[in-house]
């Protein structure tokens, strides 16, 4: 589950939208809500940003092979207090949670905790839950070559990058 800076905006108007529109969140200026989800989501992807660069350094420093990236980047992200993969969800929630209790901009919250995790979990799932989707997208365009192939990681990396790049996720 990941992330995506091109989501950010429309899971923040979606969240905004649904909290508001079900009475569970009275705000001045929702606008002013919604600018401050964005800046807990966008805080979430400039450290995962930071825990992948710190990680890639190490490797490089200690001349490691690239597989070793995912391992390194776990050791890194607790050394940081980061959440990444699927710890990130509930890391984000609460963070939101946060937020939205200590917001100038939010007036009044009807709601209890358990009523917005139930009302935001799923926004922030459909919406961070497309690596699978897109998986499938990459493979279905590029079958006619053999997966572990030299020319199928060069090409999978590609149009990975373009489908990203039409659906706004990068």
């Known amino acids: ?16 939208r649904t909290l508001v529109d079900a009475g569970d969140l009275e705000a001045e200026s929702v606008d002013e809500v919604r600018l401050d989800i964005e800046a807990v989501l966008k805080e979430h992807t400039r450290r995962e940003r930071e825990v992948t660069d710190e990680a890639k350094s190490r490797l490089e420093a200690r001349g490691l092979a690239y597989g070793q990236l995912g391992r390194t980047k776990s050791q890194v992200a607790r050394e940081k207090g980061v959440a990444t ?62 997966d572990g192939t030299a020319a199928f990681d060069v090409e999978y990396a590609k149009v990975m990058e373009q489908i990203k790049q039409k659906k706004g996720l990068t």
């Open 1 to 16: 589950m990941r992330l995506y800076t091109g989501k950010i905006g429309p899971i923040a108007e979606e969240i905004t």
């Open 85 to 146: 993969g699927d710890d990130a969800l509930p890391w984000i929630l609460e963070q939101l949670l946060e937020m939205l209790f200590h917001s100038p901009n939010v007036a009044e919250i009807y709601a209890d905790d358990a009523t917005l995790r139930t009302k935001i979990t799923p926004i922030l799932r459909k919406h961070m839950d497309v690596d699978a989707d897109l998986d499938r997208e990459v493979r279905a365009r590029i079958k006619n070559l053999e």
